[in-house]
């Protein structure tokens, strides 16, 4: 992979706590690798809990034919441990890793060192050199536990000089957010593409709950549109997926240089944005 020419459309699962689970993931891939994304990703639990989850999804999917990108922190994990899942996957021939700080699970967080994404940026490069391709994560609406809007960025500016190649925003549904994020890093002399990370709309509460935890602003207008659906799920759906797709539309008009989406191990609303916005036509991968 040529990391001057980084993957566009992207696709994230996590691992599965379930056999069941496990099985409609299985569905789900198969389906949206027909759309032909560059690659789908899978995040990682911070204390370690999802690391063999993780590691045995990219493997599979890898092995099934699409280019995989794992996410990897150190959270509770040593040097060694990240060492060798670098090797396990480059072996596989992964060419990609999302390196993140990682939200270590409530209750861990006085026993474990938190290690800053920056640090296993330079870590991936002193131990593979340029195998691999870096994406690392940045918040249009700003990190909720940084001080300011430039020292979010001063630190995002780390892991771009510490070696990622591209960034994946958190998601949002303020484009007005992301197109002054991304001039406010180029002052800054950030010059990585920086992907918007979409969230498609399916659920108003747990939507709600990742927001207040992720630091995600739900607009007024937007929450009070999706509350007064109530238990009318078909509606509520259709809203979302016309919001979602008029969001990416703004955003590819607007010069973004791609979209990743959080899937949350489903394909139906993905399909129908994906569709939408005929992004099949654009991808490199796209099957006929
Ligand atoms: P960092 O870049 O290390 O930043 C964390 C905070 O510390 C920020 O407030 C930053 O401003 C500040 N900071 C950075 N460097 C310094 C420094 N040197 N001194 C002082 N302050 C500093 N979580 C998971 O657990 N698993 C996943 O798989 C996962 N995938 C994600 C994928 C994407 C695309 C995104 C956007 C988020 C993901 N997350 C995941 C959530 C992420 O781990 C959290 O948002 C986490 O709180 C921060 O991770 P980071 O890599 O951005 O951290």
Redesign the pocket.
Known sequence: MDSSNPSKFSI?F?PPRSEEGESNLDAVHAELSGLGPDFF???????GS?RSG?QKLVLKYQQAGSELAP???F?GTDEEQIRQLLNDYKAAGIRRV???????PSGMGAAVQ???????VEFIRQETGDHFTI?????PE??????SYA??V???K??VDAGANS?????FYNPDAYFRFVDYCAAAGIDIPIVP?IMPITNYANLARFSAN??AEIPRWLSKRLQSFGDDKDSLRGFGIDVVTELCDDLLQGGAPGL?F?SMNQSQNIRQIWNNLTLSGQSQNAKS
């Open positions: 994230e996590f990703s899978v995040t990682y639990g911070a204390g999802t993780t996410h990897l922190s959270g999302v390196a993140l700080r990682g939200d270590l938190h290690r800053y994404a920056s640090e296993l994406d690392v994560a940045c918040y700003i990190h909720p536990e940084s001080n020292s979010d001063k630190f995002f780390q892991k960034a994946i925003t958190q998601y990370g992720s630091g990743h959080y």
